[in-house]
């Protein structure tokens, strides 16, 4: 089955960090970027950045810069999100897709909080 | 950075027929991709490249693109076509341009 699973719900305080997964299967990993995009409550989607599976370089879209990045593991078809110095209105779900244009497949998504 | 506009919500009566628009400038240039998003479901794209429906979708969703204006349009609506809409474009300087999306209500 062609599929994007991703980890499951994480909590943390103000401060920390996080990585989260995506684990593909049912299809030729290697030949689509994976794209990571948020969902914050009463807002839209926003798009994050990419990883090129091939090369592992990430591109970050603006405001995710710094604080966010993408990796990769290639031996188990998985792209990861690590997250440093969480902020409260990081608190969303977040959704890694398949493909830029379009991205086709998507993840059932991570949900993250940030709270005290 | 290229920017793209949905209205903020469509309302339309069970059986009839919607339309979502996603205004961009030269959009007609562009392949326009749309996106479904059910609460606590993962999004599904409904609709690439202007109006090609992928593998399970229903042949009521179809799309056009011309102008600075592309249209989702929703045939015979259903109550579970009540989600969140957003169009989506590739763009050479901003990469993956997302619409603010559209709730639509049947």
């Known amino acids: 089955q062609v599929q994007l699973v991703q980890s499951g719900p994480e909590l943390r305080k103000p401060g920390a960090s996080v990585k989260i997964s995506c684990t593909a299967s049912?299809?030729?990993?290697?030949?689509?970027?994976i794209n990571w995009m948020r969902r914050v409550p009463g807002q839209g989607l926003e798009w994050m950045g990419w990883?090129?599976?091939?090369?592992?370089?990430?591109t970050y879209a603006q405001g995710f810069t710094g604080r966010f990045v993408f990796s990769l593991d290639t031996s188990n078809n998985t792209t990861y999100l690590h997250i440093t110095g969480l902020k409260a209105d990081d608190s969303g779900v977040y959704y890694c897709?398949?493909?830029?244009?379009?991205?086709?497949?998507w993840g059932q998504g991570t949900l993250i909080t940030v709270s005290s | 950075s290229y920017e793209l506009s949905q209205p903020v919500s469509v309302s339309v009566a069970l059986g009839e027929t919607a339309k979502i628009s996603c205004g961009g400038n030269r959009i007609g240039s562009k392949n326009v991709h749309w996106i479904q998003h059910k609460p606590g479901q993962a999004p599904v794209l409904v609709l690439y490249k202007d109006f090609n429906r992928p593998s399970g979708i229903p042949d009521r969703f179809s799309g056009s693109n011309s102008g600075n204006t592309a249209i989702l349009t929703i045939s015979r609506a259903q109550a579970g076509d009540e989600a969140d809409y957003f169009c989506q474009v590739w763009d050479s300087s901003s990469y993956v341009v997302l619409g603010g999306g559209t709730k639509l209500t049947v």
């Open positions: 049912g299809y030729t990993f290697s030949s689509q970027t």
């Open positions: 990883i090129n599976i091939h090369d592992a370089k990430a």
């Open positions: 897709a398949r493909g830029l244009n379009p991205a086709d497949l």
